[in-house]
């Protein structure tokens, strides 16, 4: 099985969030998060669309909490996570992260023709569906179909990490 890493990759970013002055429990402004998680989203997948942050209100803000998330890429619902890492006296800080895997369909197309032609297979078309990324847990597989003179193959790829390392067979 070939490894390669066909994903965006999994950002980390320390984000601040105003507490409440006036209350005695922390809280924190999820569009302005939502903001943040499309920010960050944006930064690695800049020739694709990223859209409709959102992110759940009225959780509680303490350390380990974790924050759900959503972003549109490409047309695409992807989950984020959003960890509550320390509270200081004015700020919460953050670690933002893909909640599911995020892979590219282009990064998997280009993977597969690269190693169809270390085999000196050229000129081959790959199709793995219309979409421009896949969403999706470690483990999961998908196929994509290699065709060349009539003739085609399947590829298997397994999604291996949350960071988007993908192994294919076929």
């Known amino acids: 099985m070939t490894r390669t890493r066909a994903a965006l990759a999994t950002t980390s970013l320390l984000a601040l969030a105003a507490l409440s002055a006036c209350s005695s429990e922390p809280t924190y402004d999820a569009e302005e998060i939502a903001a943040k998680v499309v920010a960050e989203q944006e930064k690695v997948t800049p020739d694709l669309e990223v859209a409709d942050g959102t992110c759940e209100e009225d959780v509680p803000l303490e350390v380990d909490e974790v924050i759900g998330c959503t ?24 670690r933002i992260e893909p909640a599911k895997a995020v892979i590219s369909v282009e990064a998997v197309k280009g993977a597969l023709t690269a190693e169809l032609e270390k085999q000196g297979v050229t000129g081959a078309e790959v199709d793995c ?30 999604v291996q990490d949350l960071q988007g390392n993908i192994g294919y067979e076929f």
């Open 129 to 158: 569906g219309g979409d421009a990324i896949r969403v999706e847990d470690p483990g999961t597989t998908f196929t994509c179909t290699m065709s060349l003179g009539g003739r085609s193959r399947e590829a298997t790829i397994t």
């Open 71 to 94: 972003v549109s890429i490409a047309g695409v619902e992807a989950p984020y996570d959003v960890t509550v890492t320390s509270l200081e006296e004015e700020r919460a800080n953050y």
